[in-house]
């Protein structure tokens, strides 16, 4: 952990945008995870094509790109950015995949900007997405359905350079 200051808190300790004015565009990317826990029969619905709302994992790519660009709408201090790239892979996980032995959907998110800000807001928010939409398009059959381990994986660019999670 360092000994930054938070960024989104002034020295009242109000919350505010911060100003990115004077900063410099950077490329950046950020890679964000999660998983969406199920029953061995709702991922067997899922991977067959044969749920009842139709290809849920399409549905989640396209739920998690569409997200993605709405992030600052639903984060409050998130600056609105022009996203050059929204990427949403979901990868069917069975069972002996995981050590904790569980199966469902892996989703892996991939934004990117030029900008003066960080992108990882959008693909947390994006993986995050997908997998509640996994979980509307089977609710009728599992209600049990857990989302997991949602992270970020990966950042690029900026001030701050590389981050990775090891």
């Known amino acids: 952990m360092s000994n930054e200051k ?3 808190v002034n020295e ?3 919350v505010r945008m911060v100003d990115v004015m ?5 490329e950046r990317m950020a890679i964000a995870e ?7 029969a709702t991922l067997a619905l899922i ?3 044969k749920a009842a709302k139709g290809d849920v994992l399409a ?3 396209v739920a998690g790109i569409m997200a993605a660009k709405q992030t600052s709408s639903l984060i409050p201090m998130c600056h609105p950015l022009n996203i050059t790239k929204a990427q949403v892979d979901c990868a069917i996980v069975e069972a002996g ?3 904790d032995g569980r199966v469902g959907i892996h989703v892996g998110a991939t934004c990117g900007v030029t900008g003066k800000t960080g992108i990882e807001m959008e693909a947390l928010t994006a993986a995050s997405v997908a997998c509640l939409t996994i979980y509307d398009m089977c609710k009728a059959v599992d209600r049990g ?5 949602v992270r970020l994986v990966r950042k690029v660019g900026g001030k701050s350079g590389l981050w990775q999670r090891v």
């Open 6 to 8: 938070l960024t989104h």
């Open 12 to 14: 009242k300790g109000e």
């Open 22 to 26: 004077p900063k410099p565009d950077t």
């Open 34 to 40: 999660g998983f969406i826990a199920m029953a061995p």
């Open 47 to 49: 991977s067959e094509g």
């Open 59 to 61: 549905c989640a790519r």
């Open 97 to 99: 995949q995981r050590a």
């Open 145 to 149: 359905m857990e989302i997991m381990d």
